[in-house]
Structure formats: structure tokens, C-alpha cells
């Protein structure tokens, strides 16, 4: 609350109440007139600074510099992606072939005793959900932050 109100003061913000409260607060209470010249004293030094405009080419110097740094990143997320997707493939090679039957128990629970037949659907949501995640990770792997390491615009 006080930072609010010194702030109006040395912005000249305040309104007549408050301007009233503000003089009856600096007259009675030290702690808050050492605040007030702390600030009034910072406000002064800042209000000394002038802002300069960035130099011409700039941010494409900066983009210059940070782009293989984005590149790397992109190539260390698709390879992780890729190795992901392979072993999702390989998993379900192995477990519609035959080769290798997964358990169906769960913390000690047979799922047969528990659902039924549902542990067949199961498995085939569990699948698609796993494709469907790998493909959306894949496609925003290769496009979308290539789109934005790349974008033209502000940058703040």
C-alpha cells in the first residue's frame, strides 16, 4: 500500500483525499518520510537515464547467434521423437505378431478378473492413444518450433 501511494506521489497522481492523507502521513510518521526519500531518491537517478533505440540489425545478429543453438534443439527432439515412434512400432510388432505376450496383471490384480472382456478394448485404446501422441509430437516437432525459431515479428 505504501509503495502504491509514493509511487502516485512522484508520478504527481494523487487525488485531493489522497494528496490530504499523504502530507498528515509524511508530518507524523519518520519510517514513512525515510521511505519517501528513498524513493524520491531512485526516482530522480532513474528519471536520469534516457532510453536508446536498439542498434540497426540487431535482433537479426541476436537470431544469428541463438539460431544452431534452436537447430540443435530441434535435431536432439526429433531424434528423441524418432527413437520413441520406433519403439512404439517395435512394441506393437512384437505384441500383435505374437512374439512377446504382455502381462495383464496390474499391482498384483489379474485385469481379467476385473473388467472382463474390456481389457481387449483396452489394449486397442491404449494403442491408438500412443500413435495418436506420437504423430502430434512428431508433426510439432518438425514444424511448430521450427516456426518459431524462425517467425519475423517483435520479440520481446
Wanted: aromatic share 12%; net charge positive.
Amino acid at each position: 500500500m505504501d509503495d502504491q501511494l509514493i509511487s502516485k506521489y512522484l508520478d504527481d497522481t494523487l487525488t485531493a483525499i489522497e494528496k490530504k492523507e499523504f502530507d498528515a502521513r509524511m508530518s507524523s510518521d519518520p519510517t514513512f518520510r525515510k521511505e519517501v526519500d528513498a524513493m524520491q531518491a531512485v526516482h530522480r537517478m532513474l528519471s536520469q537515464f534516457s532510453v536508446q533505440p536498439a542498434p540497426h540489425g540487431l535482433e537479426s545478429r541476436i537470431l544469428a547467434q541463438i539460431s544452431p543453438r534452436v537447430n540443435r534443439m530441434i535435431n536432439g527432439i526429433r531424434w528423441i521423437l524418432g527413437v520413441w515412434a520406433l519403439f512404439t512400432v517395435v512394441l506393437l510388432v512384437l505384441r500383435f505378431t505374437g512374439w512377446v505376450n504382455f502381462s495383464d496383471t496390474l499391482m498384483g490384480l489379474d485385469s481379467d478378473q476385473l473388467t472382463g472382456q474390456i481389457n481387449q478394448y483396452q489394449t486397442w485404446f491404449s494403442v491408438a492413444i500412443s500413435m495418436s501422441a506420437t504423430l502430434f509430437f512428431l508433426y510439432f516437432s518438425q514444424s511448430w518450433i521450427k516456426k518459431l525459431a524462425r517467425r519475423p515479428g517483435k520479440r520481446t
